[in-house]
């Protein structure tokens, strides 16, 4: 081949590839839907229908309201009379235990008059300590 016939082939394949190279860069090649959502699945899509929405944890029922108990405690009455007047008002289960305590405590004899505002189920030395404290008329 001629000096001349390579310098047409160079210029040709040159000019060829200079086309194809503009003509794919102004007319990408367009992928097909299976290409373009692989590649979206590559990089992490997914349908909204194959997410699981977990479920959501059980919560534990809320604990019934506690309602405070207001009892009138009486002057002058002895230790077993305030174990009962508690024990009807919801406030302890046992009026034998709060007199067995407010003498162990050495309060049995000490208890005060008044209005009292309880918890129902508090603990004997609190309520022994309020009503050695006094309630408010």
Not at 3 to 17: H, K, N, P, T, Y
Not at 108 to 122: N, Q, R
Request: glycine fraction near 12%; charge should be negative.
């Amino acid at each position: 081949m001629s000096a001349e016939g390579r310098a047409s082939l160079i210029l040709g394949l040159g000019l060829g590839l200079i086309l194809a190279g503009l003509t794919l860069t102004v007319f990408p090649p367009v992928p097909t839907s299976a290409e373009f959502e692989a590649g979206a699945r590559a990089l992490g899509m997914v349908y909204p229908s194959e997410v699981k929405q977990p479920e959501p944890p059980e919560l534990p029922a809320p604990p019934p309201e506690v309602k405070e108990v207001v009892v009138v405690i009486p002057s002058r009455m002895p230790a077993d009379i305030i174990g009962q007047i508690l024990e009807k008002g919801g406030v302890i289960g046992n009026a034998k235990e709060f007199v067995d305590k407010a003498v162990e405590m050495k309060a049995d004899l000490d208890l005060k008059a008044g209005v009292y505002h309880f918890l129902p189920g508090e603990k004997l030395e609190v309520i022994i300590a309020a009503l050695l404290k006094g309630g408010g008329w």
